[in-house]
Structures are given as C-alpha cells and as structure tokens.
C-alpha cells in the first residue's frame, strides 16, 4: 500500500513509473507469444509436409 502522505505530484511520478512497467511487462508477452505462434507455424508446416 502507498503512504498516506504522497502529495499529487509523486503520486503521478509513481503511476506514470507504474504504466510504464505494465507496458514492459506487456511488450514482453507479446514478444513470447510470437515466438510460440510462430514455432508453431513452423511445427504445422513440417507436419503437412511429412
């Protein structure tokens, strides 16, 4: 929990820090579930070629 006594401006300091990190976190996933789509492109395209 934050402490009572942030003012508004360390409050928004520590929102936009807090976005920040959430858009990290995502861009992250994104990048993992890419990969994962295309291994499994790749993983279909050799079965069909089999």
């Given at each position: 929990m934050r402490p009572?006594?942030?003012?508004?401006?360390?409050?928004?300091?520590?929102?936009?820090?807090?976005?920040l990190n959430?858009?990290?976190?995502?861009?992250?996933?994104?990048?993992?579930?890419e990969k994962k789509h295309k291994n499994l492109l790749k993983k279909e395209e050799k079965e069909l070629q089999s």
């Amino acid at each position: 929990m934050r402490p009572k006594s942030l003012n508004f401006e360390q409050l928004v300091k520590e929102n936009k820090q807090e976005l920040l990190n959430d858009e990290n976190r995502i861009k992250q996933i994104e990048l993992r579930l890419e990969k994962k789509h295309k291994n499994l492109l790749k993983k279909e395209e050799k079965e069909l070629q089999s």
